[in-house]
């Protein structure tokens, strides 16, 4: 009796401060419960909860994922498939067609279908996805000859960012000996296709014009350009097809890794903390579902904020190498997400900013990113008739739509998922930036003569 005694006496303490503890359970989950329905009050009626996103397997189809995994769309009420999709004009005309309800995009995609070249169609972007996150890579042959022509620092390692006039001697090398200097890029109105461009004019090598009869960019080129889809870079590489292309990643840092190439300068370099990809739906489905929209976009929010926590960025790689996205090795995919970026075997440097998801504003859809791309068209001869400075600001705002994000913003901030103080107080345009390779100044706001700055390309006069 007396044991029994002694072990009742231990009993109630410990079922006391079980029931206490399955009553602050109760409390807390009672709490959380309360905090849904909070939460859910302020959710929107979502029109069309069942979703199917596509996705090209790069790094910077993260937001996806992430909102996917750690339940940022189900928080909505969103119940989305997320899809790889085999090649960005696949996925233009998915989303198009309405095959897909939405997809990670090139920037200059949205743009092209509502500007005139390409396909058209109206689609708008109410997120951008991130910021940076490509560079550009050459054979190891051609890394060879480039490297005498590369200045060296104190410790022996090339001076970077390295401009394109280490590659011109590489290219009249190859044309005395009749060949032609072929370079890859993922699509006509891709970022890669414009910054290597910019990177190849910017040193006085003539990347190739479009006209309305030849869409195929290559007039006048020392470098012939043309387009292979991004998970097939390294290989189209190692077989010599092509010399060296610009992508994103993890399909540069693949190149260190199997020891085929050498990434030789970033886009952070050539433009720093310019715009990548977007996430794009049609101007029908936003008008159909506009509170569906909102949510998605604040999923998307949530997913870039996440992201950018550096604490996140292993687990962050952990997901992106599964299969069902980039499905490639940890290591390789680490090497950029994880801060860092490896450009000859070895040579690992720091790089805080190669990917952005969040911060500097990253994920607002700005009229000034989309306006440059607008000038990079009309530079080229994508766009080509000249064009009022007018035309360049109206177009843009059926295409990116700020007013989304807002919204979305708006309720995350009532939420407690992100400080007001991350709403830009803007006009929609960034600041005037002399932040290129080559130091020219662009201000979207005046956009003809932006054009006009540049030695290579179409220059036009003021049109009314």
């Given at each position: 009796?007396?044991?029994?005694?002694?072990?009742?006496?231990?009993?109630l303490?410990?079922?006391?401060?079980l029931?206490?503890?399955?009553?602050?359970?109760?409390?807390?989950?009672?709490a959380?419960?309360?905090?849904?329905?909070?939460?859910?009050?302020?959710?929107?009626?979502?029109e069309?909860?069942?979703?199917?996103?596509?996705?090209?397997?790069?790094?910077?189809?993260?937001?996806?994922?992430?909102?996917?995994?750690?339940?940022?769309?189900?928080?909505?009420?969103?119940?989305?498939?997320?899809?790889?999709?085999?090649?960005?004009?696949?996925?233009?005309?998915?989303?198009i067609?309405?095959?897909?309800?939405?997809?990670?995009?090139?920037?200059?995609?949205?743009?092209?279908?509502g500007?005139?070249?390409?396909r058209?169609?109206?689609?708008?972007t109410?997120?951008?996805?991130?910021?940076n996150?490509?560079?550009?890579?050459?054979?190891?042959?051609?890394?060879s000859?480039?490297?005498?022509?590369?200045?060296?620092?104190?410790d022996?390692?090339?001076?970077?960012?390295?401009?394109?006039?280490?590659?011109?001697?590489?290219?009249?090398?190859y044309?005395?000996?009749?060949n032609?200097?072929?370079?890859?890029?993922?699509?006509?109105v891709?970022?890669?296709?414009?910054?290597?461009?910019?990177?190849?004019?910017?040193?006085?090598?003539?990347?190739g014009?479009?006209?309305?009869?030849?869409?195929?960019?290559q007039?006048?080129?020392?470098?012939?350009?043309?387009?292979?889809?991004?998970?097939?870079?390294?290989?189209?590489?190692?077989?010599?097809?092509i010399?060296?292309?610009?992508?994103?990643?993890?399909?540069?840092?693949?190149a260190?890794?199997?020891?085929?190439?050498?990434?030789?300068?970033?886009?952070?370099?050539?433009?720093k903390n310019?715009?990548?990809?977007?996430?794009?739906m049609?101007?029908k489905?936003?008008?159909?579902?506009?509170?569906?929209?909102?949510?998605?976009?604040?999923?998307?929010?949530?997913?870039?904020k996440?992201?950018?926590?550096?604490s996140?960025?292993?687990e962050?790689?952990?997901?992106?190498?599964?299969?069902?996205?980039?499905?490639?090795?940890?290591?390789v995919?680490?090497?950029s997400?994880?801060?860092?970026?490896?450009?000859?075997?070895?040579?690992?440097?720091?790089?805080?900013d190669?990917?952005?998801?969040?911060?500097?504003?990253?994920?607002?859809?700005?009229?000034?990113d989309?306006?440059?791309?607008?000038?990079?068209?009309?530079?080229?001869?994508?766009?080509?008739?000249?064009?009022?400075?007018?035309?360049?600001?109206?177009?843009i705002?059926?295409?990116?739509?700020?007013d989304?994000?807002?919204?979305a913003?708006?309720?995350?901030?009532e939420?407690?998922?992100?400080?007001?103080g991350?709403?830009?107080?803007?006009?929609?345009?960034?600041?005037?930036t002399?932040?290129?390779?080559?130091g020219t100044?662009?201000?979207a706001?005046?956009?003809?003569?932006?054009?006009?700055?540049?030695?290579i390309?179409?220059k036009?006069k003021?049109?009314?």
């Open positions: 009796m007396k044991s029994l005694l002694k072990k009742t006496t231990w009993i303490p410990v079922a006391a401060l029931i206490a503890c399955g009553g602050k359970e109760k409390k807390n989950a009672i959380e419960n309360t905090a849904t329905q909070t939460s859910k009050t302020k959710t929107l009626a979502i069309k909860p069942q979703l199917t996103f596509g996705f090209i397997k790069l790094t910077d189809m993260a937001p996806l994922a992430i909102a996917k995994e750690k339940g940022f769309f189900e928080d909505e009420g969103l119940f989305v498939s997320v899809e790889a999709q085999s090649n960005w004009k696949n996925v233009l005309d998915r989303v067609d309405g095959q897909l309800d939405g997809s990670h995009m090139l920037a200059g995609q949205p743009i092209a279908a500007a005139g070249f390409g058209q169609a109206k689609l708008v109410a997120f951008s996805m991130d910021l996150g490509n560079g550009i890579t050459v054979s190891n042959d051609v890394w000859k480039m490297k005498p022509n590369v200045p060296v620092g104190t022996g390692k090339p001076i970077h960012p390295i401009k394109a006039e280490a590659l011109k001697p590489v290219i009249d090398e044309k005395t000996n009749g032609a200097f072929k370079m890859g890029m993922v699509f006509p891709s970022t890669h296709n414009y910054e290597i461009r910019y990177w190849l004019a910017a040193a006085g090598i003539h990347p014009m479009y006209t309305a009869d030849n869409v195929q960019g007039i006048d080129a020392e470098v012939l350009l043309s387009v292979t889809p991004p998970p097939q870079m390294p290989a189209t590489l190692e077989a010599g097809t010399y060296g292309y610009c992508v994103g990643e993890p399909w540069n840092q693949q260190v890794f199997k020891g085929i190439g050498v990434p030789v300068v970033t886009n952070y370099d050539i433009w310019n715009p990548e990809k977007v996430f794009v049609t101007e489905f936003v008008e159909d579902n506009p509170n569906t929209a909102i949510a998605v976009t604040k999923a998307l929010i949530r997913a870039g996440w992201l950018d926590e550096p996140n960025r292993a962050a790689v952990k997901i992106l190498s599964m299969s069902q996205y980039v499905g490639a090795p940890e290591e995919l680490a090497n997400m994880t801060g860092t970026f490896e450009f000859e075997k070895g040579d690992k440097r720091e790089m805080p190669f990917n952005v998801f969040y911060k500097y504003n990253a994920t607002y859809p700005f009229y000034s989309g306006i440059w791309f607008l000038t990079q068209m009309r530079r080229w001869g994508q766009i080509p008739e000249a064009k009022p400075a007018d035309w360049y600001a109206n177009t705002k059926d295409i990116y739509r700020p989304i994000w807002t919204k913003a708006k309720l995350l901030v939420e407690g998922n992100i400080p007001a991350d709403i830009p107080t803007t006009d929609g345009y960034k600041p005037a002399t932040d290129f390779i080559d100044l662009y201000d706001k005046d956009p003809i003569a932006y054009i006009n700055s540049f030695k390309g179409n036009d003021a049109v009314q």
